[in-house]
């Protein structure tokens, strides 16, 4: 199945175009972990576990810290796309930020990134490669897919926003001004991002 592959142009980062893809029900998780860890070049991606990610928003906060980082030389890990996964952290340790937010064995639900730090690196080049490793559904990198795959519980103990009501949460809807889903999820988005912002600043 051809991927939906998204590319991003990031405004004042021109020769880094972003490729993006999501998936469902992953049926390889395990074997893309491997290649990862045995530094197979082939398979340099960010592979992030889909469900830590609450929104396109928080996704291309995480992506546009590391692609910053990487065109200013102030990598923390050894290349763009490891920094991609860590920049989703609002912790410095780097372990913690790959067990948190990184690929795991039994992760089924997948979001890809690929940077083009070459100019052999394009989209078609990148759709092609994924639709030949990637065992899984292919859905749209938007808000509407993350909605129905996000697991606010672990994204809020990862963040640390315990303290914050959770969309869906049962509210008095008598009580003048009380707040929608789309209203508690604004609020998450943007304590989520202040924190990607502000990690080891």
Avoid at 133 to 144: E, K, L, R, Y
Avoid at 171 to 196: C, F, H, M, N, Y
């Amino acid at each position: 199945m051809t991927p939906q592959l998204e590319t991003i142009n990031i405004p004042h980062l021109p020769n880094a175009p972003v490729h993006v893809a999501l998936y469902r029900n992953v049926e390889n998780s395990a074997s893309l972990r491997q290649q990862l860890l045995a530094g197979n070049a082939d398979f340099e991606y960010a592979l992030i576990d889909a469900s830590m990610v609450l929104s396109r928003q928080h996704a291309i906060a995480a992506i546009f810290r590391a692609v910053n980082d990487y065109s200013n030389n102030r990598l923390k890990s050894h290349n763009v796309h490891s920094e991609i996964v860590i920049s989703f952290s609002p912790a410095t340790n780097i372990t913690e930020s790959f067990r948190k937010f990184g690929i795991t064995d039994s992760t089924k639900d997948l979001l890809v990134v690929k940077v083009s730090v070459s100019s052999e690196i394009t989209h078609d080049s990148v759709a092609a490669h994924l639709e030949s490793s990637v065992v899984a559904t292919s859905v749209p990198f938007d808000d509407q897919s993350l909605s129905e795959i996000s697991d606010i519980t672990k994204i809020k103990k990862a963040y640390k926003l315990g303290a914050l009501p959770s969309p869906g949460t049962k509210i008095d809807r008598a009580q003048t001004k009380a707040p929608t889903d789309d209203d508690v999820k604004r609020r998450l988005e943007l304590s989520i991002l202040g924190a990607i912002a502000l990690r080891g600043s």
